[in-house]
């Protein structure tokens, strides 16, 4: 069933309105008819719907049930050192589909890219918008939320609302996800923290291990940053069962 994600003032008791760009693209490219079931998400639930009779551009449908959740019960926030535009785009659109809650971009040290204030945050609707359509596609109930890149700095602040950090190295030895997966069983909200292309500088580390961060290896193969963080959240999401669910 195709799927649409529709906000608050969408909703009217047992009826959804399509906002209009997804009502257009639901009349004019799916070619939907009365009758045609699909799927709806508020940002907190999912819904199967029917196609209702619309007028001009408009989509209503009526809901018929509440869907379960597709959301992990392990919440992941990845602080990605911020890499050039194209891997941005892949990391989100891949983190997305896996189950990460949020994307923070991080400047770092050995950063190449590097961005205003005002080119981040035009560079963090677009990235918005790369989440929001990944999540429809792969079934999300919750959109992640994409934050504008942060100073290194602001990031170590923010590392105390969170139960557990663990940073990928690759001079980590010794200690591996499933061993942290061994000793935090009921962790429920985790950050990853991820460098760029051209990795963290032992300075950083150093900083992070001070802020409660704990260095992780992801094996004996170095990974380049838009693979680490793919890796470490399928893997710890295998770990903690979220793979094992259908």
Not at 134 to 139: D, I
């Amino acid at each position: 069933m195709h799927r649409f994600f529709v906000d608050d003032a969408g909703f009217q008791g047992e009826i959804a309105c399509l906002e209009e760009t997804d009502a257009r693209h639901a009349r004019r490219v799916l070619r939907l008819r009365p009758g045609e079931e699909v799927v709806l998400m508020d940002g907190a639930r999912r819904f199967r719907g029917e196609i209702l009779d619309g007028t001009g551009e408009a989509v209503s449908c009526r809901l018929l049930e509440e869907l379960p959740s597709t959301e992990p019960a392990l919440r992941i926030t990845l602080f990605q050192g911020l890499p050039k535009a194209e891997k941005m785009e892949l990391i989100i659109q891949k983190l997305t589909e896996l189950g990460a809650v949020s994307v923070v971009p991080v400047a770092m040290e050995r950063c190449v890219a590097r961005l205003t204030e005002k080119d981040g945050e035009k560079k963090r609707e677009r990235w918005q918008k790369i989440a929001r359509e990944a999540a429809k596609q792969s079934g999300r109930t919750v959109v992640p939320r994409v934050e504008a890149p942060l100073r290194f700095e602001e990031m170590l602040r923010r590392l105390d609302g969170f139960e557990a950090v663990l940073t990928p190295w690759e001079e980590a030895q010794g200690y591996g996800l499933r061993r942290f997966s061994q000793q935090w069983p009921q962790v429920r909200n985790l950050a990853l923290i991820v460098g760029p292309e051209g990795g963290m500088s032992p300075e950083e580390v150093t900083r992070m291990e001070k802020a409660g961060a704990r260095p992780v290896t992801l094996g004996p193969r170095i990974l380049r940053t838009e693979t680490a963080g793919l890796a470490a959240v399928a893997a710890l999401l295998a770990l903690y069962g979220d793979m094992d669910q259908t």
